[in-house]
């Protein structure tokens, strides 16, 4: 645990992601099951924890990766047309059990 409480270097690009997207945090909510307040706390980098569940359950609503979301350092200001805001290439499931 960090020694002082001034927070992480850790950023959320919540906002970028969901303007990219043309998505409200609204829909994110009632896409993913998480209230308005909890996904605000996170999107204002107030957050102290986020569950693994809820995390996967953002990232597969905005098509991108853990590290599209959350970045160290808050010089990380890039523009929305680099490659960040591209949904991300998967390679399709194989859903062969």
Do not use: W, Y
């Not at 990232?59 to 990766?65: G, I, R, S, T, V």
């Not at 979301?69 to 591209?86: H, P």
């Amino acid at each position: 645990m960090p020694a002082d409480d001034e927070g992480s270097d850790i950023h959320c690009r919540l906002d970028e992601l969901l303007e990219a997207r043309g998505m409200t945090l609204t829909e994110l909510s009632k896409q993913v099951g998480v209230s308005l307040v909890n996904l605000s706390v996170l999107k204002n980098d107030r957050a102290r924890a986020i569950r693994f569940s809820t995390l996967t359950a953002i990232c597969d609503a905005l098509d991108c990766q853990v590290s599209d979301l959350l970045v160290t350092g808050r010089a990380s200001s890039r523009s929305a047309d680099q490659e960040l805001f591209k949904p991300a290439k998967r390679p399709p499931r194989n859903l062969d059990f």
